[in-house]
């Protein structure tokens, strides 16, 4: 049912072309067929449809009714046209309304399309009174936040899902043109990937989960990054990733932290450098960015217009210039030259901060850096020993970006057994990871990954400061709305 109305559509994109045409097949068609505003705003069905959605505004005249309908499916909403005895005083802003009329060219020239209406049901009445959402008023993104039930019914927002739908299946489309075997990595495990003890414990609300009765029988977590999953997949696939949840119980309000973000990771076999992993981000990054812009220009016009004018220019920056890459210690060497009075220390060995990240970027002409080679003790376990003595670093590299901080972090993982087990002996984890070190006894290979933060990557390229306005349902400490 649903594949001939798409049918019918094709056949009327051409026929639309011909208004004589057009007025044939309205003839012919013996019922509406059912399309999605996105569709009757460019045309492909003149004649007899069907239109379902929500009120987005309200006009009315001595003699007709204007309103227009959004579905989720444009940023623009199809204007309806009724004679006024069809008006009704449930059409307010925020009904939800179905429409049965005909689709033909507009008179004005604005709106390419129309729908003259013969029938308006109100599906769901709305009291747009209490609606906390106003015709035509701009809503502060603190203000729409408040209503994470209703923040999708506004442009913004709107638009703001539909980019990040756009952008996930713009990473799908570029790992599979490279080869690379998507895997569905686990959300409960039982292991600490990073280390940092950010975890949250998952135990069953079910009477057997008790003290001497664990449902997992071991502590279980939700996951913190899909990496070592990934790692044991990258003994069988040379390339893989995954795109999913991760949460880290970091005690944090920040712009730039979630409970929890969607990571894209990726993991590579046969590498051999950290360049091999930088190539791979800086090309995923302009490649998605790419299509995003491609796909969704009047939604991502929306951020560059209205809520962060001139963004669009440093985003073409750095779609235009190769990353710039630097090492851990030419990055502490510009922080302590600068007259920068920093809160955090910038010796040698100390992690870098979100000042120190965001002067870097700075001073590199706010384009994106990547920074190599960190000190060896601030890197977890599975980070490849440089063993360049007497510094002492790690194969690890951080993507940083402008107005964001760090958007990727990677690096080789340590694949020779005798290093892996004398750091995890050290550690005290070697009996919690000896599945990991298996996978370096049976045919271990050069690898690398690394991930990126979805929802820090969609902060960069439109240019919104606070991550809770990039994610359908934020989560952070002390809230978890719906
Ligand atoms: O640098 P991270 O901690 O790296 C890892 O988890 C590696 N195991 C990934 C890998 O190599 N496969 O996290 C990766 C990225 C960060 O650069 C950041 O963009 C994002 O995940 N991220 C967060 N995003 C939102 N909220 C948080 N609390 C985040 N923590 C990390």
Request: hydrophobic letters at 35%; aromatic letters at 10%.
């Amino acid at each position: 049912m649903f594949r001939a109305a798409i049918k019918t559509l094709s056949v009327g994109s051409r026929c639309s072309l011909s208004p004589g045409l057009s007025e044939i097949r309205h003839y012919c068609r013996k019922t509406p067929i059912k399309v999605q505003v996105s569709e009757a705003l460019s045309g492909v069905a003149l004649g007899d449809v069907t239109i379902q959605g929500w009120v987005r505004s309200v006009r009315s005249q001595k003699e007709n009714l204007f309103f227009h309908v959004n579905d989720g499916s444009s940023l623009q909403s199809l204007q309806i046209v009724a004679p006024s005895d069809l008006s009704n005083p449930l059409l307010t802003l925020g009904s939800a309304v179905e429409v049965r009329g005909v689709l033909k060219k507009s008179p004005l020239p604005k709106q390419p399309f129309e729908v003259e209406a013969e029938d308006i049901q109100i599906v769901g009445e709305c009291n747009s009174v209490e609606f906390p959402f106003k015709i035509k008023k701009r809503h502060s993104p603190e203000y729409v936040r408040q209503f994470p039930h209703l923040r999708c019914r506004t442009n913004s927002f709107s638009s703001l899902l539909r980019i990040r739908s756009e952008a996930t299946a713009a990473i799908h489309s570029y790992f599979k043109e490279h080869g690379f075997v998507q895997i569905h990595t686990p959300v409960i495990t039982s292991n600490d990937c990073e280390g940092a003890g950010e975890l949250f414990q998952v135990e069953a609300t079910c009477p057997q989960d008790s003290e001497d009765h664990k449902f997992f029988s071991v502590p279980a977590y939700l996951t913190v990054s899909g990496q070592l999953h990934l790692e044991v997949m990258s003994g069988a696939f040379s390339r893989v990733y995954t795109f999913g949840p991760t949460f880290r119980a970091e005690n944090s309000q920040s712009r730039r932290h979630l409970a929890e973000f969607y990571m894209v990771e990726a993991e590579i076999s046969f590498t051999q450098s950290v360049e091999d992993l930088t190539k791979v981000m800086e090309d995923m990054f302009r490649s998605a960015t790419e299509q995003v812009w491609a796909q969704c220009a009047e939604d991502v016009d929306v951020f560059y217009k209205h809520v962060t004018p001139g963004h669009r220019e440093t985003v073409e920056a750095m779609l235009n210039r190769k990353f710039t890459i630097i090492s851990y210690s030419d990055a502490i060497d510009i922080l302590q030259r600068s007259s920068e009075d920093f809160v955090f220390p910038t010796d040698w060995g100390s992690d870098l901060q979100t000042e120190h990240e965001k002067y870097l970027v700075k001073h590199c002409g706010n384009l994106p850096i990547f920074v190599t080679d960190y000190p060896y003790d601030i890197k977890p376990f599975y980070a490849r020993d440089n063993q360049d003595h007497p510094q002492h670093t790690a194969a690890a590299v951080d993507l940083l970006v402008p107005g964001v901080g760090e958007l990727c972090g990677g690096s080789l993982r340590e694949e020779r057994l005798d290093l892996l087990t004398t750091r995890l002996e050290a550690a005290g984890l070697e009996e919690t990871y000896s599945w990991y070190l298996d996978l370096r006894r049976f045919g271990s290979v050069p690898h690398g990954g690394f991930g990126m933060g979805f929802e820090r990557y969609l902060q960069c390229i439109l240019g919104i400061d606070n991550i809770k306005d990039v994610i359908p349902f934020p989560r952070f400490s002390q809230s978890c709305l719906l």
